[in-house]
């Protein structure tokens, strides 16, 4: 996928490319409108196949409607989405403060890391109860900002590049869901997954900060 950078998606104007994985591109941008910064999530489509990518930017866009509805202290809302010349994104509010993946590679005190990570499995606990589940918790995935609050990001994006009946052409097509060191057996394997993929996940990046 070509970089953005200095160009605009609607309102949004790109100033700077953050970071890139296997599902997508990360940007801060400007929302010209209101004045603010923003990172701007552009997800990858370039290994799908044009009838694959007609079904994903309509599950997007379903998606992106529910995931908006998401309101809690410590997950990351989405703002807007949209789409750029067959590219869907999301817009999210721009943390200053890092992730939690850069914490990690010392050992953390567990009551450290309880203090962190319980604010994340309430958010959690709330998606579940939406009946949203997360499916690639990692500590890339969990954001911390200026005042050391945890927040999780990223809700949605595997959903929306599965849980239908395209799933096995985009893993045989290279687009992995998810993230294998943090993945549940099931998950690994394919299978259908619920909530406890979730919390099999937060208990690997427990197990990983102590």
Same mark, same amino acid.
């Given at each position: ?12 104007h790109i100033l700077a490319k953050l970071g890139e994985g296997g599902m997508a591109i990360v940007y801060e941008a400007r929302d010209t409108r209101l004045g603010r910064e923003v990172a701007l999530k ?9 009838? =694959? ?8 866009? %379903? ?18 989405? *949209?789409?750029?010349? *067959?590219?869907?994104?999301?817009? /999210?509010?721009?943390?200053? *403060?890092?992730? #939690? ?13 309880? %203090?962190? #990570? ?5 958010? #959690? ?30 809700? *949605? ?12 052409? #985009?893993? =045989? ?9 943090? /993945? ?27």
């Amino acid at each position: 996928m070509p970089n953005l950078t200095g160009q605009f998606l609607g309102r949004y104007h790109i100033l700077a490319k953050l970071g890139e994985g296997g599902m997508a591109i990360v940007y801060e941008a400007r929302d010209t409108r209101l004045g603010r910064e923003v990172a701007l999530k552009v997800i990858r489509t370039e290994k799908l196949t044009l009838e =694959t990518m007609e079904k994903t930017l309509k599950r997007f866009q %379903r998606e992106a409607r529910a995931l908006a509805k998401l309101e809690h202290p410590n997950i990351v809302p989405i703002l807007d989405f *949209g789409e750029h010349e *067959g590219k869907p994104f999301l817009v /999210m509010p721009y943390i200053l *403060g890092g992730t #939690l993946k850069e914490r990690i590679g010392r050992p953390i005190p567990w009551k450290e890391a309880a %203090r962190l #990570l319980i604010p994340i499995a309430r958010g #959690l606990e709330y998606a579940h109860q939406q009946r949203i589940v997360h499916r690639d918790v990692k500590p890339s995935n969990i954001l911390l900002d200026p005042s050391g609050i945890a927040l999780l990001t990223d809700f *949605g994006i595997a959903k929306i590049l599965s849980d239908t009946e395209e799933t096995s052409e #985009l893993t =045989t097509n290279g687009m992995g869901i998810g993230t294998p060191e943090y /993945m549940s057996p099931e998950q690994f394997q394919g299978s259908g997954v619920d909530e406890r993929a979730d919390i099999y996940s937060l208990g690997v990046i427990f197990y990983e900060m102590v």
